[in-house]
């Protein structure tokens, strides 16, 4: 972070520093910290490559951010909603778009934030950006998924994709606190390597 423009890393140790220490972090989640650090080097990245501005710096508001966060950690008297961590993937990437806790570049934060956390579960996504760039308008314009059969699956993805279903499936009829998001796609559309 120290090698990206002064006044935004000025701006970016503000934020931080007015968060303190970070409640959302933990092996398979994403903390605060980190998503304000994609923030600013997508910024940066903008500034520098393309000699253009943005829209606004920063968090909009950041009870947004926390609460976009905090969906990560979804849970009912001890039940998690998002059982897997494709499913927490899937849920911080939907909120990072749709709550738009920043004053512009959302959905490519949401991107950078999503390729990190993928790789913070060991898994590497092997499809093409524009495929996340189409979900990432679709997801804000609210078009999910228009037909299943958009969606490629390779052999070892497809298999992993339905036996998460059939886990899922098992664990929603033992406990009906959660019905199924318009999210769980999002492991579909990963080739998954270890």
């Known amino acids: 972070m120290e090698h990206i423009d002064p006044n935004l890393y000025e701006d970016y140790l503000r934020w931080t520093k007015s968060i303190g220490d970070d409640p959302y972090v933990s092996n398979n989640c994403v903390g605060i910290i980190d998503v304000l650090k994609a923030h600013y080097l ?15 710096i920063g968090p909009r508001n950041l009870n947004i951010l926390h609460s976009t966060l905090s969906r990560q950690h979804s849970a009912y008297e001890g039940v998690r909603k998002w059982r897997d961590n494709f499913e927490i993937c899937a849920t911080l990437f939907y909120g990072l778009i749709k709550n738009h806790p920043f004053h512009d570049v959302n959905k490519r934060t ?13 898994r590497f996504p092997n499809s093409k950006n524009r495929l996340f760039e189409d979900l990432a ?58």
């Open 42 to 56: 997508i910024i940066d990245y903008f500034f520098k490559e393309y000699g253009e501005g943005v829209g606004g």
């Open 110 to 122: 949401a991107f950078l934030v999503l390729v990190y956390h993928l790789s913070k579960i060991r």
């Open 137 to 194: 308008i679709r997801i804000a314009s609210k078009r999910v998924l228009k037909n299943k059969s958009e969606l490629t699956f390779s052999p070892k993805s497809d298999s992993i994709r339905s036996q998460n279903q059939r886990a899922r499936r098992a664990a929603w009829k033992n406990n009906d606190l959660w019905k199924p998001a318009a999210t769980p796609f999002m492991g579909s559309i990963f080739m998954i390597r270890s």
